[in-house]
T-cell receptor, first 116, second 109 residues
């Protein structure tokens, strides 16, 4: 079965550093997402991306965050200047159609980001 | 009041038992309701989805939605040790999913 792949599986960084989390969505999917999950807390929506632009974003997705689809296969999340509270598991997901109504989101296994 | 509430558990039951997992919500605009299963160190995986009120069955899994009570349930029949995971409810009114905190389920052999 096709799957969403994420790299790296773990990322450790110093506070204030920039990090880039990488994802390869399923090839025929059109919608891409980033979610995060702080340990023991809820899954939180960050951003959705369609047709090379952001379609929705949450309050969490502030100016420190950006997303990009640099080529036909990769989808990246950049955190410009990491804070301690950015430590979380970051999940990439993709779907054929827009999330919310009957659309099955396929999630990657996540990148565990630890900010020291 | 949180938008979606879900007991974090853990819920521990013996193999073969019927499991009932539940979420309550406050936003009456929610129309789409989903259950995801998340194994340790993995991303969530969609199990069931329903639209509005009613029941939906898929193998050993049954999802129920009661919009009048703002209450949704996932039942697992003949539970197996492989069902041990965290179960997350998610729901939406527009195109943003709102998630419960997840219930950790442990099926004891």
């Amino acid at each position: 079965e096709p799957e969403v792949t994420q790299t790296p599986s773990h990322q450790v960084t110093q506070m204030g550093q920039e990090v880039i989390l990488r994802c390869v969505p399923i090839s025929n999917h059109l919608y891409f997402y980033w979610y995060r999950q702080i340990l023991g807390q809820k899954v939180e929506f960050l951003v959705s991306f369609y047709n090379n632009e952001i379609s929705e974003k949450s309050e969490i997705f502030d100016d420190q965050f950006s997303v990009e689809r640099p080529d036909g296969s990769n989808f990246t999340l950049k955190i410009r200047s990491t804070k301690l509270e950015d430590s979380a598991m970051y999940f990439c997901a993709s779907s054929e159609g827009r999330q919310g109504a009957y659309e099955k989101l396929f999630f990657g296994s996540g990148t565990q980001l630890s900010v020291l | 009041q949180k938008e979606v509430e879900q007991d974090p558990g853990p819920l521990s039951v013996p193999e073969g038992a019927i499991v009932s997992l539940n979420c309550t919500y406050s936003n009456s605009a929610f129309q789409y309701f989903m259950w995801y299963r998340q194994y340790s160190r993995k991303g969530p995986e969609l199990l069931m989805y329903t639209y509005s009120s009613g029941n939906k069955e898929d193998g050993r899994f049954t999802a129920q939605v009661d919009k009048s009570s703002k209450y949704i349930s996932l039942f697992i029949r003949d539970s197996q040790p492989s069902d041990s995971a965290t179960y997350l409810c998610a729901m939406s009114a527009n195109y943003q999913l709102i998630w419960g905190a997840g219930t950790k389920l442990i099926i004891k052999p």
